[in-house]
C-alpha cells in the first residue's frame, strides 16, 4: 500500500528514492501544483530583517484548531485525517481516535497515534505563528492571522518531538532531518509565505534556494481556502 504522505509526495516533488507514478496519486491529498516551480516563486518573495517578536502571543492567531471551514471538525481533527493512515473516528464521525503516520516527513519514521496516549503526533505550522509574526502578520487583521492558523496549505501531522525541536524556527535555523523530505519543505514554505504576502530574511532564501537549487523542477503547492477567516471568527485587539 501507498501512504497518502508518499503520494502527497508525489505530487509536489519526484525523488529518486521514492517509485511513485502518476496512477499512484489518486487521493487528492497534496495541493494540486499550478505548474510553476517553487525556485522562481521564491525569488518574488520580498526580502527584509526579521522584526521583534515583541507583542507576540499565540491567542493573536485565534484560539487553537476552530472549525474554520465550517465542516463540523477542528482543524487538528481535519489535519489528522488528511495525513494518517488507517484512521478510525469516535462516534461523533469527526474526533480522530486513532492512526498512523507513515514516513513522518520530518523523521522519516513511522508512528502510531491513539488519542490520550503518549503524545507523539503534533499539527505542525509549516511556517511558525511567532515567525510569521515578525515577518509581516503583527499588522494584520485578526481574521487573516486565523486563516493562516488554519490554512491546510500551511499545516502538516508530524513526529511531536522533531516539531517541537523546531519550534519558531524559519529554514536558516532548522530543516527536517528526513533529507528526502526537504525539497517538498522549501516549496510548501515558499507557497505559504507567497499565499500571505510574509517576508524572508537573506538567509532564509538563501537556505531555500539552496534546498530547492537540488530540486528546480518542484513546483509550488496550492491552497484554494481564503486568506481571511469567516467573520464570526475574532481574536484579540
Same mark, same amino acid.
Given at each position: 500500500m501507498i501512504s497518502r504522505r508518499v503520494r502527497a509526495t508525489c505530487?509536489?516533488?519526484?525523488?529518486?528514492? !521514492?517509485?511513485c507514478t502518476v496512477d499512484d496519486v489518486t487521493d487528492?491529498?497534496?495541493?494540486?501544483?499550478?505548474?510553476?516551480?517553487?525556485?522562481?516563486? =521564491?525569488?518574488? =518573495?520580498?526580502?527584509?530583517?526579521?522584526?521583534?517578536?515583541?507583542? #507576540?502571543?499565540?491567542?493573536?492567531?485565534g484560539s487553537p484548531w476552530p472549525d474554520v471551514d465550517g465542516n463540523?471538525?477542528?482543524?487538528?481533527d481535519d489535519i489528522l485525517a488528511r495525513d494518517l493512515d488507517d484512521v478510525t473516528r469516535d462516534?461523533?464521525?469527526?474526533?480522530?481516535?486513532?492512526?498512523? =503516520?507513515?514516513?513522518?516527513?520530518? !523523521?522519516?519514521?513511522?508512528?502510531?497515534?491513539?488519542?490520550?496516549?503518549?503524545?507523539?503526533?503534533?499539527?505542525?505550522?509549516?511556517?511558525?505563528?511567532?515567525?510569521?509574526?515578525?515577518?509581516?502578520a503583527r499588522t494584520w487583521e485578526p481574521a487573516k492571522r486565523i486563516a493562516l492558523a488554519n490554512d491546510p496549505l500551511n499545516l502538516l501531522a508530524v513526529d511531536a518531538g522533531a516539531n517541537r525541536q523546531k519550534?519558531?524556527?524559519?529554514?536558516?535555523?532548522?530543516?527536517?532531518s528526513h533529507q528526502p523530505y526537504r525539497c517538498? #519543505?522549501?516549496?510548501?514554505?515558499?507557497?505559504?509565505?507567497?499565499? #500571505?504576502?510574509?517576508?524572508? !530574511?537573506?538567509?532564509?532564501?538563501?537556505?531555500l534556494a539552496r534546498i530547492l537549487g537540488d530540486c528546480p523542477d518542484t513546483e509550488?503547492?496550492?491552497?484554494? !481556502?481564503?486568506t481571511t477567516a469567516p467573520p464570526e471568527f475574532s481574536a484579540p485587539d
Amino acid at each position: 500500500m501507498i501512504s497518502r504522505r508518499v503520494r502527497a509526495t508525489c505530487v509536489l516533488v519526484l525523488l529518486a528514492a !521514492t517509485s511513485c507514478t502518476v496512477d499512484d496519486v489518486t487521493d487528492g491529498q497534496a495541493p494540486a501544483g499550478d505548474g510553476r516551480p517553487a525556485l522562481a516563486a =521564491l525569488d518574488d =518573495l520580498t526580502v527584509k530583517g526579521r522584526a521583534g517578536r515583541d507583542g #507576540y502571543d499565540r491567542r493573536m492567531f485565534g484560539s487553537p484548531w476552530p472549525d474554520v471551514d465550517g465542516n463540523d471538525c477542528g482543524t487538528r481533527d481535519d489535519i489528522l485525517a488528511r495525513d494518517l493512515d488507517d484512521v478510525t473516528r469516535d462516534e461523533d464521525g469527526c474526533t480522530v481516535e486513532s492512526g498512523t =503516520l507513515t514516513e513522518d516527513p520530518f !523523521t522519516g519514521a513511522t508512528i502510531d497515534f491513539v488519542r490520550g496516549g503518549p503524545s507523539e503526533v503534533d499539527i505542525d505550522h509549516l511556517v511558525a505563528l511567532s515567525d510569521a509574526w515578525q515577518k509581516g502578520a503583527r499588522t494584520w487583521e485578526p481574521a487573516k492571522r486565523i486563516a493562516l492558523a488554519n490554512d491546510p496549505l500551511n499545516l502538516l501531522a508530524v513526529d511531536a518531538g522533531a516539531n517541537r525541536q523546531k519550534g519558531d524556527a524559519d529554514a536558516a535555523t532548522w530543516l527536517p532531518s528526513h533529507q528526502p523530505y526537504r525539497c517538498t #519543505y522549501a516549496a510548501a514554505q515558499v507557497a505559504v509565505k507567497q499565499k #500571505y504576502e510574509l517576508w524572508v !530574511t537573506e538567509a532564509e532564501k538563501q537556505a531555500l534556494a539552496r534546498i530547492l537549487g537540488d530540486c528546480p523542477d518542484t513546483e509550488l503547492p496550492q491552497g484554494d !481556502t481564503p486568506t481571511t477567516a469567516p467573520p464570526e471568527f475574532s481574536a484579540p485587539d
